[in-house]
């Protein structure tokens, strides 16, 4: 994606009221890369419309690099948080820079709610994207022809979203794996403190888990029973009289509030847990099944690899 040889720019679009941590993340990613890279292969620069201070999320005023339009960036990524002025999103001068950079071939990119400038502007449209969970339901309605993912980041062709936080962390690692190769992007990785690298098959947390519980306490009830029974499965009948309901009024309560049956919640639940163990603790593989009650090797590795794309042993050794 980055064919350019030499040093390249990466350029940070700020929008008033961006998450401070997703550019910091994304940042110190690209600064450790270079550190390890044979000779300093990202330049990066921030701009803001007027080229002025931006407040952050936090309410931290951060002096943009550059004016939109004053640079010419090889990548470029939209930094939003969940409360940006709708103005901005609209805004002539915005759009144009990014259809120009569009236009040119310059891989385009959201952070958080940075997808949703990208979406306004047209730059979406026919894409896959990521965005924070919280801002979702807002964009699907805003945009009902574009898919969203609950991946952590997706990648599709020349555009690269991710849902923010740590998550920026995971993305700028990809593109430096892509770039530069494994063994800088492993290096970066351990230099930051990431425990494991996660890749597009990861999904949020809080999109599937979190926010399902805060709309339904019967739903939360029903995932906090799952959580507790991991290592042996409970029956969706079993389940059904732990909270109260019938199977029928499960299922519905399940695909409401999360598009998933409740069978396919837990066995993804489980799924989630083992890849941890894999990638977090040195248990055989076996045994890993077992603690999130798959009954054999086979079956586990099976369902694996539907559910990652790769096989539990590959991934335990996979750099990235």
Known sequence: ??????????????????PLVCLSSALDALRHANGYAESAR???RTYALGGGLVKASNR???QAGADIGDGDPAMLFVCAGSE??????????????????????????????????LA??????GYRCALHWYDAGVFRETFPDIEVTDQLFCIDRDRLTCSGGAAAIDMMLRIIDDDLGGRIASKTAEMMQVERVRSTVDRQASASLYKA????????RAIETMEANLDQPVSMIELSRTIGLTR????????QYTGDTPTDFYRDMRLRHARALLHGTPAKIIDVAAA?????????????RERFGISPLKDRHSDL
């Open 292 to 304: 999130t009650g798959f009954g054999s090797h086979s079956h586990f590795t099976k369902v694996y």
């Open 120 to 125: 306004k502007a047209g730059l979406l449209d």
């Open 84 to 117: 940006f002025p709708s103005g901005e999103a609209h805004h002539p001068k915005i759009q144009a820079w990014l259809r120009r950079m569009a236009s040119r071939g310059v891989p385009l990119g959201g952070i958080s709610a940075g997808s949703h400038i």
């Open 60 to 62: 931290l005023d951060i």
């Open 1 to 18: 994606m980055l064919e350019q040889q030499g040093e390249i720019e990466i350029g940070f679009l700020l929008i008033q009221g961006f």
């Open 42 to 44: 990202y330049r990066y």
């Open 213 to 220: 519980k805060a709309r339904s306490a019967p739903l939360a």
């Open 248 to 255: 029928r009024q499960l299922h519905r309560l399940f695909r």
